[in-house]
Each structure stands twice: as structure tokens, then as C-alpha cells.
DNA sequence: GAAGGCATGTAAATCGTTACATGATTTA
DNA sequence: TAAATCATGTAACGATTTACATGCCTTC
């Protein structure tokens, strides 16, 4: 049997293993955490339930709170070895970025100095607001954000968090030796 | 009129503006470039070529050259200007990562502590063989990858090999924190 | 009873990779 | 002359976003 797991699958079938129930409840996770590394939209996520309970990785049954009618799932016993095989296995290793400020710099011989320093210093804000969100999402984080337990995703946090602080750094570092001349000046177009 | 690019178009009025002329030329110097931010496939590139010509921002002619038969592209004025427009353009920021290594981590309270280990063992073999990618392109993109007087594309390389090693050194040292019983010792599943 | 959030989904359009097919030219 | 590389393209498939549609429940 084939154990390819598609890429919204790998976190829906992670979320499930951390406490999440439902379609609903995997977005609001990713929301609140993976979003910035791996996101997942709703026309996405509740096909691929379906698709997974066709091959037997998750269990459907009719949500036990009242209220609203809600699809609960839960791993079986298959799932739970598909998703552990996914997580220790070296071989994917997917990393894509598609980053349009770094293409912008590329280009930057295309460009006056001052549109130069105008896209860094949009790079810089960009990174502001990346850490406001990161931020916001720390304490939550800290706690567990699903159930207790939970350290790595705050791990995972702190990785972000160090990143754009670097990526900011390395912004200001370079709209400085640009500003100064001690990096190209770019010939007017 | 529409100045809306396509992700793939906006890598390619770039290259034609700095001296790639047919599509066999735009994804060379893509691969040597900006793959590892901003990729493009043949399957991708060809049709684009055509739909930017219908919509004027190319024109086409049969490649000057003896040998082969190519078409090769140049930038119109309309070309170039929907270009500038895009490349100054601070509204449109694109920022998209998928990361599995760090999706991995993020499930590390799945995990035993031994295979969260050997996952950022993993993590940094690949840092490894990026950096070691990159340091290949360094004198390429030093000397300016297709023509002369292009400065920026050695400056992005030299953020990407940045970047590299902000990853990998974050990876040893929680891989020592780890191992050292300094961050969380997982539940063993 | 109106507004806002909860919850589930579909359809269309876009975007992208992969595999395949073809043939010409250059180099060993 | 065989192999490698140049060069262009199509078809199939898979992934993803966006917009839309629906209706229930809770709160004001």
C-alpha cells in the first residue's frame, strides 16, 4: 500500500495527533502556529479529510458535543504508524521559498540607488510585522497551544523569531553599507 | 490596461532586462541564480513567453545566430516599464516558506528525543549541501552571471549563504541543548 | 431579530512540476 | 558515430488560493 502522505495531509494528520478534532479546529491550528512555515486553506483541508478516510489513516464520526453539526476525526491505528513514518524519515525534506523582496534585491543593478534602499527598507518593515504576529503568538505558544505538553511548537517559535530578527539585521546592515557607498552603487538606468 | 504579473513573468522580463534572450537561457540562469527563492520550470517559462507576447510586453524574433532555430525575446518599452513598476512596487510582498525540517521539529513532542536528534542531524546534512551548492555559484555571480555590472546577484548570494549558516548554527546549538537535557526531554510516545 | 462567529463545503481559476517527445548541433 | 548538450514544446497531473454558498448557534 502506498504510504505517500500529500503535503496539507503531513499537518492535518499531525494537528489530529496533537488534540485537534476537526476541519475547523486543524485551520484555526495552523493559524496560530504552522501557517508561517506550512499553511493549509479550507478547500484544501476538508477534501483531503475525506480523501484520507478513504484510505483508512483517519476514522470520521459524528461530533459528540451538541450544538452545531460537526465531522470529528480521529487517527486509526494506520495513521498513527503513516504519520510516524513521515516524521523520522530523512529522504523528504521539502524546503521551498519564494521570497519577492530577495528577487527584488537580485534585480537591484535594474534599479537606482534610492528604489534600492526604498525596497530594504519595505523588507525591514515586513520583518516588524512578521515579529509583532510571532510575538503575539508566544504565550500561547508557551503554555501548549492545543493541550500541555506541548514544547516543540514554542521551539519552533523561538526558531521564527530568530530568523527575522536576523533577516532584519542583516537589512539594516546592508541599507547601511549601501547608504554609506561601501556596497554597489548601482549605475542609473 | 491589466500591469498584473504572474510569479513566473516576474522572473522573466528580469532576466530578459539583464541579458538572458530565449527561454532555454532564462532557466539556465534561474538555476544558477534565483532557484532557491524564486523557481521556474520549462513548463512554466514557454507558455509564459507567449502570453507575455500577446499581451505586449515582449516581442519575438527568430534568433540572429546560425545553428539551432530558438526564438528570442526582447523587453518592449511596455516591457520594461510594467517591469520597473513591479520591481518598485512595495505593496506586492510575497513571502512563502514550506519547511519540513521544521515541521518535523514542530512535531517533536511526537517524537523520542533520539529522533528529534536525528532530525536536526538532518537539518543541518542539509544546510551542508546548500552552502556547498551556493559556494559552488560564488565566483560566477561574483564576476556578474551573464553580463557585467551586475552587482546585486553576489549580494543575494551572500544573504542566502547567510542565511545557511543562521540555520545550521541554530540547529547544532539545539541539538546540544537537546542532548544536554537543557530543552524539553519528550514524553516518549 | 440582527449580527457575528462557528462550521462545512464546492467550483473555478491559477500555478506548478514531471514526464514525455522531438530533433538539431557539438564533441569525443 | 555515439553521446552529450542545446532547444522547444505539450500533456497530465497535482497542489493551492479565492470566492462563493449555506446554515446553525450565540449574544446583544
Same mark, same amino acid.
Given at each position: 500500500m502506498s504510504s505517500h502522505l500529500s503535503p496539507t495531509a503531513r499537518v492535518i494528520l499531525g494537528m489530529l495527533r496533537l488534540g485537534a478534532e476537526t476541519g475547523y479546529e486543524i485551520k484555526r491550528a495552523i493559524d496560530l502556529?504552522?501557517?508561517?512555515f506550512w499553511s493549509a486553506s479550507f478547500g484544501q483541508i476538508y477534501p483531503e479529510l475525506r480523501r484520507l478516510e478513504e484510505r483508512g489513516l483517519v476514522k470520521a464520526r459524528p !461530533?459528540?458535543? /451538541?450544538g452545531l453539526k460537526r465531522t470529528s476525526y480521529q487517527l486509526t491505528k494506520t495513521g498513527e504508524s503513516t504519520l510516524h513514518d513521515w516524521l523520522t524519515d530523512s529522504d523528504s525534506y521539502t524546503f521551498e521559498l519564494r521570497d519577492e523582496g530577495l528577487l527584488r534585491l537580485f534585480f537591484g !543593478? +535594474? +534599479?537606482?540607488r534610492d528604489e534600492v534602499l526604498e525596497n530594504l527598507h519595505a523588507r525591514i518593515e515586513f520583518c516588524d510585522f512578521v515579529l509583532d504576529r510571532f510575538r503575539e503568538l508566544e504565550p500561547e505558544a508557551r503554555t /501548549?497551544?492545543?493541550?500541555? !505538553?506541548? +514544547?516543540y511548537p514554542h521551539l519552533a517559535l523561538s526558531y521564527g523569531i530568530e530568523l527575522m530578527e536576523f533577516m532584519r539585521t542583516w537589512c539594516e546592515r546592508t541599507l547601511a553599507q549601501i547608504d554609506a557607498g561601501e556596497l554597489p552603487p548601482s549605475p542609473v538606468p
Open positions: 502556529s504552522t501557517r508561517f !461530533d459528540p458535543r /451538541g !543593478d +535594474l +534599479l537606482t /501548549g497551544f492545543m493541550e500541555e !505538553d506541548q +514544547l
